[in-house]
């Protein structure tokens, strides 16, 4: 890790150790789940490339994209559409929410060439957790990865879905973060001693930080960043170096949270939606020891995908957080106060189940549709005579 890393990387854990939990609890949370969707946007939707159950999407230095196929596919795609396959995937655990995941460029991905990835892996009759990392080597227009490192591995294996593993770099990309899903195994987001759960803080190689929360004490505990989510397929930093989720809630409750080091969520003691059979769950303001949600849904838009804004083509977007919506078939920017509250903004419907969001280094917003024979979908402002 270089000066420049070591700096931004401190900068950032000052930033989230000032996030305290009392901050957080000085106003209720917006209900934005009944706001209409808007017909109308201001982007112009291309469709660039066709994927079969895509997962993820993550842009590389040079502009291409990495994309994930749940069944255990690898591409690099250019922006005019060109896939090429990567070999070297290893085996996927594809039932139901598990399979092939997210994927992530080192920080230093023009020197190292890393790629980080999660996956869901056969074992024990069900599928773990694994974050990895290889190397992308690319020779005589063929791609492949080489000298794969397991990171980091969920135990036991579940049955369950809501694997989580979504991957976010810190500033400065001193370290990891990772979502955990609770795997359809609710109680056990409140366990300290299960992965399930819970969002954990690794350095680079996989290895423990020192400043961790819990750093000086064994196993799961020492790489627990946060507590008490369910479902987080939203990761990211915003661009004041303040970490962000988004989780799926049950029968209502979807929720944006903001993430502080020790922090608990409350899954599954308390939350803004229900059970499926219809049996009530406390809501977050009868149990003010956990940290309540910025911004929930109900009815749900089952977030998927979480990207900040900071391009050009979109002005009035700069510092936005943009999530596609799977139950919600469309895009939501969500947009911050000085006081850091969170408000929904906009919310475009583009009857597609959106997977995945990514900026691209010139701006555009590009997002990946859910299912068989999905899009690729480019998003550029719309022109005054359309």
């Given at each position: 890790?270089?000066?420049?890393?070591?700096?931004?990387?401190?900068?950032?854990?000052?930033?989230?150790?000032?996030?305290?939990?009392?901050?957080?609890?000085?106003?209720?949370a917006e209900n934005a789940g009944a706001l209409p969707a808007r017909d109308a946007a201001p982007f112009a939707v291309r469709?660039?490339?066709?994927?079969?159950?895509?997962?993820?999407?993550?842009?590389?230095?040079?502009?291409?994209?990495?994309?994930?196929?749940?069944?255990?596919?690898?591409?690099?795609?250019?922006?005019?559409?060109?896939?090429?396959?990567?070999?070297?995937?290893?085996?996927?655990?594809?039932?139901?929410?598990?399979?092939?995941?997210?994927?992530?460029?080192?920080?230093?991905?023009?020197?190292?060439?890393?790629?980080?990835?999660?996956?869901?892996?056969?074992?024990?009759?069900?599928?773990?957790?694994?974050?990895?990392?290889?190397?992308?080597?690319?020779?005589?227009?063929?791609?492949?990865?080489?000298?794969?490192?397991?990171?980091?591995?969920?135990?036991?294996?579940?049955?369950?879905?809501?694997?989580?593993?979504?991957?976010?770099?810190?500033?400065?990309?001193?370290?990891?973060?990772?979502?955990?899903?609770?795997?359809?195994?609710?109680?056990?987001?409140?366990?300290?001693?299960?992965?399930?759960?819970?969002?954990?803080?690794?350095?680079?190689?996989?290895?423990?930080?020192?400043?961790?929360?819990?750093?000086?004490?064994?196993?799961?505990?020492?790489?627990?960043?946060?507590?008490?989510?369910?479902?987080?397929?939203?990761?990211?930093?915003?661009?004041?170096?303040?970490?962000?989720?988004?989780?799926?809630?049950?029968?209502?409750?979807?929720?944006?949270?903001?993430?502080?080091?020790?922090?608990?969520?409350?899954?599954?003691?308390?939350?803004?939606?229900?059970?499926?059979?219809?049996?009530?769950?406390?809501?977050?303001?009868?149990?003010?020891?956990?940290?309540?949600?910025?911004?929930?849904?109900?009815?749900?838009?089952?977030?998927?995908?979480?990207?900040?804004?900071?391009?050009?083509?979109?002005?009035?977007?700069?510092?936005?957080?943009?999530?596609?919506?799977?139950?919600?078939?469309?895009?939501?920017?969500?947009?911050?106060?000085?006081?850091?509250?969170?408000?929904?903004?906009?919310?475009?419907?583009?009857?597609?189940?959106?997977?995945?969001?990514?900026?691209?280094?010139?701006?555009?917003?590009?997002?990946?549709?859910?299912?068989?024979?999905?899009?690729?979908?480019?998003?550029?402002?719309?022109?005054?005579?359309?």
């Amino acid at each position: 890790m270089n000066a420049v890393h070591a700096l931004l990387g401190a900068c950032a854990l000052a930033a989230l150790l000032a996030s305290a939990p009392a901050a957080a609890r000085t106003a209720s949370a917006e209900n934005a789940g009944a706001l209409p969707a808007r017909d109308a946007a201001p982007f112009a939707v291309r469709r660039i490339a066709v994927f079969d159950r895509p997962w993820a999407m993550a842009f590389l230095p040079d502009g291409r994209l990495a994309v994930t196929e749940k069944a255990g596919r690898l591409f690099l795609v250019t922006q005019s559409g060109a896939k090429t396959p990567i070999d070297g995937m290893p085996a996927v655990y594809d039932r139901g929410q598990n399979g092939l995941l997210d994927i992530a460029p080192s920080p230093d991905f023009a020197q190292d060439g890393l790629l980080y990835f999660t996956r869901v892996a056969p074992a024990g009759g069900g599928g773990v957790l694994i974050l990895s990392r290889a190397r992308l080597e690319e020779s005589g227009g063929r791609a492949r990865l080489r000298d794969l490192e397991t990171l980091w591995r969920q135990q036991p294996a579940s049955r369950g879905g809501q694997p989580g593993g979504i991957i976010a770099f810190s500033p400065g990309g001193a370290h990891l973060f990772l979502s955990v899903g609770d795997r359809m195994e609710p109680d056990s987001a409140q366990d300290p001693e299960a992965a399930r759960g819970k969002i954990l803080r690794l350095n680079r190689d996989g290895s423990t930080p020192s400043d961790n929360p819990l750093a000086g004490q064994d196993g799961i505990r020492a790489l627990t960043w946060s507590t008490g989510h369910r479902n987080p397929y939203g990761l990211a930093f915003a661009p004041d170096g303040t970490l962000w989720s988004h989780e799926m809630g049950p029968r209502g409750g979807d929720e944006l949270n903001r993430i502080r080091p020790g922090g608990n969520y409350g899954w599954p003691e308390v939350s803004n939606g229900d059970q499926y059979s219809g049996w009530p769950i406390p809501r977050h303001a009868t149990r003010p020891e956990f940290d309540p949600p910025s911004l929930y849904w109900t009815p749900v838009i089952a977030p998927a995908g979480l990207a900040f804004y900071q391009g050009a083509p979109f002005p009035a977007w700069k510092g936005s957080a943009l999530i596609g919506g799977l139950r919600g078939e469309g895009l939501v920017r969500i947009a911050f106060r000085a006081d850091g509250a969170a408000h929904q903004a906009d919310r475009w419907a583009l009857g597609r189940r959106i997977r995945d969001v990514a900026v691209a280094p010139d701006g555009a917003v590009w997002l990946i549709e859910d299912g068989a024979e999905a899009g690729l979908l480019r998003l550029t402002p719309r022109s005054s005579s359309e």
